[in-house]
Nanobody, 116 residues
Framework: QLQASGGGLVQAGGSLRLSCAAS????????MGWYRQASGKQRELVAA???????RYADSVKGRFTISRDNAKNTVYLQMNSLKPEDTAVYYC????????????WGQGTQVTVSS
């Protein structure tokens, strides 16, 4: 089970940190990611940890967002800086099964709204 939190309303240029707490150990999980879905659009990958220090970011968030994990807390984070109105979406965390390179489990969404 994944529990996402940290969404909210913020002005453009502001910051938010999303958290996704897993109910089990994430130590052996390679893939951990954040996706988002804006109204009327398809869900897209925002950022992911892909194992052995690998990361992936959507071009639109590079240099502004940072994904990280804390194995001791079984939590993955998404630090979002310099937020833009176009970042407004429901954000979802997802993790893969141990050793998997793609998401298997999804958390509930958390709304991020950036006002101009």
């Amino acid at each position: 089970q994944l529990q996402a939190s940290g969404g909210g309303l913020v002005q453009a240029g502001g910051s938010l940190r999303l958290s996704c707490a897993a109910s089990r150990s994430i130590f052996s999980i390679n893939f951990m990611g954040w996706y988002r879905q804006a109204s009327g659009k398809q869900r897209e990958l925002v950022a992911a940890l892909t194992g052995v220090g690998g990361t992936r970011y959507a071009d639109s968030v590079k240099g502004r967002f940072t994904i990280s994990r804390d194995n001791a807390k079984n939590t993955v984070y998404l630090q979002m800086n310099s937020l833009k109105p176009e970042d407004t979406a429901v954000y979802y965390c997802a993790v893969g099964s141990p050793g998997a390179a793609a998401p298997t489990y999804w958390g509930q969404g958390t709304q991020v709204t950036v006002s101009s």
